[in-house]
């Protein structure tokens, strides 16, 4: 158990849809990473934040957005959903967002579009 | 611009054998690397990490990597597989003054019995 947790674990929606994912991290964790895992882009860094500033940027689409909240805890929005977008979606933490940390990942939340 | 390539998507070894899985990166500075692995049906967990210091960097359960930089490898060994090793392994890095990391393909590892 590596300490974050994600909630749903599990989410089955329509297209055109909106979600929202939620990630607690580590206590102590100040920084807080999002990821898509899919079978044809693999593991893919969507965006970082550090302390509720973002920090970092990836391969995130404009209809897909996060943000960090005081309590640290971490949401990541999707919205007008396509199939394409299935996907697991894992949140990791670190104890600060520095290049050397170590990223301790939550278990995820599989995504499934119809 | 940072990058990561895993040879190999999938690698079988027998059981007791050496295990070697291959990485490379480009990275116009000093990098940081990682190697993770991910169990069916679960998020990745650290197995080791070269920040700077010792090129040779020892992890988890039983594994290795070195750090050459002349060949801009990172590749993951460990001297004999055990069934529990089956899982993928995804190498990473991250360019120091930088905040994202970027993730190899993973390299799936099946271990023969």
């Known amino acids: 158990d590596s300490g974050v947790t994600q909630t749903p674990k599990h989410l089955i929606t329509a297209t055109g849809q909106r979600v929202t994912l939620r990630c607690s991290p580590r206590?102590?964790?100040?920084?807080v990473y999002w990821y898509q895992q899919s079978l044809d882009q693999g593991l893919q860094f969507l965006i970082q934040?550090?302390?509720?500033?973002?920090?970092a940027k990836g391969n995130i689409l404009e209809r897909f957005s996060a943000q960090q909240f005081p309590d640290l805890h971490s949401e990541l929005n999707l919205s007008s959903l396509e199939l394409g977008d299935s996907a697991l979606y894992f949140c990791?933490?670190?104890?600060?967002?520095?290049?050397?940390?170590?990223?301790?990942f939550g278990p995820g939340t599989r995504l499934t579009v119809l | 611009a940072q990058s990561v390539t895993q040879l190999g998507s999938h690698v079988s070894v027998s059981e007791g054998a050496l295990v070697l899985l291959r990485c490379n990166y480009s990275?116009?500075?000093?990098?940081?690397l990682f190697w993770y692995v991910q169990y069916p049906n679960q998020g990745l967990q650290l197995l080791l990490k070269?920040?700077?210091?010792?090129?040779l960097v020892k992890g988890i359960n039983g594994f290795e990597a070195e750090f050459k930089k002349s060949e801009t490898s990172f590749h993951l060994t460990k001297p004999s597989a055990h069934m529990s090793d089956a899982a993928e392994y995804f190498c990473?890095?991250?360019?120091?003054?930088?905040?994202?990391?970027?993730f190899g393909t993973g390299t799936r590892l099946k271990v023969l019995a």
């Open positions: 990791a933490s670190s104890v600060t967002g520095d290049s050397g940390n170590e990223q301790f």
């Open positions: 206590s102590g964790d100040l920084s």
């Open positions: 934040y550090y302390n509720g500033e973002e920090r």
């Open positions: 990275s116009s500075v000093p990098p940081y």
């Open positions: 070269y920040t700077t210091g010792a090129t």
């Open positions: 990473a890095v991250r360019s120091s003054g930088t905040y994202k990391y970027i």
